[in-house]
């Protein structure tokens, strides 16, 4: 099975990154990590609503990223949460909310006390943070953690987590971010490359959030075709 060798999808993602023609930059509140509105779906969910509330991650809005909820669910908070254009702080929440659930001091957790899981939700919200700049917790770190950025986080994840649909497609859309600047071609194919690779029943995400994204993704499909 093509997952077996997790290394392909980012290969391949990352063939994304040279194909395309440049583009000028465009103003970034419409940009893959603000417009893509997953939210949309889980609005049964008293969680996600409470995230569209609060734009903050504290009380039970952390209690449940901190759980074992699925991953389309904190996908769907972390969505909810939203970006501001000065930025947010939401990522530093939660790994204080993690370390102080482990009982380990804030300056000596590492990346190794983080689950797959938690550096899907850390790398994800760090990109919701710095959606501009996509920035690592702290920009002038050295060590693995707080000088990861939010595509080294999630590839972690997505490397440990093979099968999570989930994982990769927040993965292809936090990496069309980073191309914004330079290939709107990439911002097509990366997720619909995910698409491919995950048939539909193998897709732990509301089939309604993936429309929704992808309604928004396939406005760049033209970039690939000059």
Request: glycine content about 4%; proline content about 6%; hydrophobic content about 45%.
């Amino acid at each position: 099975m093509f997952f077996n060798s997790p290394f392909k999808i980012f290969a391949l993602t990352g063939i994304c990154l040279f194909i395309g023609i440049a583009q000028p930059d465009k103003v970034r509140a419409d940009s893959p990590l603000t417009s893509t509105d997953l939210a949309i779906a889980y609005q049964d969910l008293p969680i996600v609503r409470l995230a569209q509330q609060e734009k903050k991650v504290q009380g039970r809005i952390l209690t449940f990223l901190l759980g074992n909820a699925p991953n389309d669910q904190k996908a769907a908070v972390i969505n909810a949460l939203g970006t501001r254009f000065e930025g947010q702080n939401n990522a530093n929440l939660f790994l204080v909310g993690l370390a102080q659930e482990k009982r380990i001091p804030l300056d000596r957790i590492t990346l190794n006390d983080l689950s797959s899981s938690d550096r899907f939700v850390l790398g994800y919200l760090l990109a919701m943070d710095t959606y501009l700049e996509l920035s690592p917790l702290r920009p002038n770190a050295t060590d693995d953690l707080w000088g990861a950025s939010p595509l080294e986080l999630i590839s972690q994840a997505a490397f440990a987590l093979p099968n999570d649909f989930t994982v990769h497609f927040i993965y292809a859309l936090v990496q069309g971010q980073s191309d914004f600047s330079s290939s709107w071609c990439s911002i097509y194919l990366a997720p619909n490359l995910v698409l491919k690779l995950f048939p539909q029943p193998r897709r732990n995400m509301r089939q309604d959030a993936i429309n929704s994204a992808m309604d928004y993704i396939n406005l760049y499909r033209p970039n690939c075709e000059k």
